[in-house]
């Protein structure tokens, strides 16, 4: 049997070699950056405080924006709006006292009668004097007949000007101008005043101000609970973002408003979002993220929103980031 030459069987040896080494070798992958799901947390606190009288909501529950979360004993805050309002209503009446005439309108009534008598009066006595002083110019009246008649029409005149003058002084308002701003004044403050009330009264039974699901509850009813302490803590679902970590030598392609694509476990295929924010501070690589594939380098953190969803991805999931 004839031997193989060495040199082709060198090159059929090189040629296997090559073959294992390119079915072996590691396929090219796309370059991915490491990063988990973050969320912001809304605290939702009252701010006086009470014992807790319910909670609506228990941790895990979903809710939409307008879900009433819980209330405080409304005892002592209905009262004080009873308070507030019933000083509106006293401001209202002393502003309303003092801007009503002096006198009443019986009172207005008896002088507007003396004055129409006292009109009368003057008519005849203008008649007698204008009578008297044609018979005077005649010679058919003494001197002294004329003087008392122009004295009577003149006297006549006199007391209908007088209860004219009565009557516009009891139409004049009860108090003085300062007086009356004053009153307003007051009402404008009770007014605010039972706003504020208002306001707190509400505060003490706040709704969720966005859709998404409670994270942790803090006090049982029954509990006392401090002003401004947290009692619900809602993760609303359009407050949740990527946050991967881009190397230094990558960061300056990316800027708010670049797109890029992530995966995760059970996400399905890769889906696309865009960067709100990068740091503007390198660090190192964090240990959440440190691996074999990103080793101990200088990275900058970079963020993206994640669109409201039905299914919103719970915080802390890995992922897997792609420039697009």
Known sequence: MNAIPKPVAGLAVLGLIGLGLWYFWPAGQTEQWLGYVEAETMYIA????????????????????????????????????????????????????????????????????????????????????????????????????????????????????????????????????????????????????????????REIAPLAPAAGVVEQTFYNPGEWVPANAPVVAVLPDAKRKLRFFVPQDRIAALHPGSAVRFTCDGCGAARSVKVTWISPRSEFTPPVIYSEHARAKLVFMVEALLPADAKPLPPGLPVQVMPE
């Open 46 to 201: 009252a701010p006086v405080s009470g014992r807790l009288a319910q909670r609506n909501v228990d941790r895990g529950s979903p809710v939409s924006a307008g879900t009433p979360l819980f209330s405080l004993d409304p005892e002592s805050t209905d009262a004080d709006t009873a308070r507030l309002e019933a000083q509106v209503t006293a401001a209202q009446a002393q502003a309303a006292d003092l801007a009503q005439a002096r006198q009443r309108a019986p009172e207005l009534a008896v002088s507007q009668a003396a004055a129409a008598q006292a009109q009368a009066l003057l008519t005849k006595a203008a008649q007698d004097f204008a009578r008297i002083d044609a018979l005077a110019r005649k010679g058919f009246a003494s001197r002294a007949q004329l003087d008392a008649a122009r004295a009577a029409r003149d006297a006549a005149a006199a007391a209908l000007a007088q209860t004219r003058a009565q009557i516009a002084s009891g139409e004049l308002t009860a108090g003085r101008a300062a007086q009356i701003g004053a009153a307003d004044a007051q009402i404008a403050s009770a007014a605010a005043a039972l706003r504020g009330q208002r306001q707190r009264q």
